[in-house]
C-alpha cells in the first residue's frame, strides 16, 4: 500500500536525514522516497496500520504531513 504525502517544514538535507532515520526504525516499511525539491514523502508499507506510526513520529520530529 503507497501512500502519498507533503512534508511540510522540510527545507534542507538534514531535514530529509532526519526523517530517513526515524522511517528506517519503523517495521512493516516497504520502501519509501524522500524529496526535499518537491517537498513529498513516498511510503510504501505492509499494513495500513502502519502508516499513522509513519504520521505519529515523523509530526513528532516538527513536520506536518498532508495526504496528497
Known sequence: MKMEFIVNGMKCDG????????????????????????KKLVVDV??????????????ALGFTLDKC
Open 15 to 38: 531535514c530529509v536525514n532526519r526523517i530517513k532515520n526515524v522511517l528506517s526504525s519503523i517495521k512493516g516499511i516497504k520502501a519509501y522516497d524522500i524529496s526535499l525539491e518537491n
Open 46 to 59: 505492509k499494513k495500513e496500520k502502519v502508516i499513522n506510526e509513519v504520521i505519529k513520529k515523523v509530526e
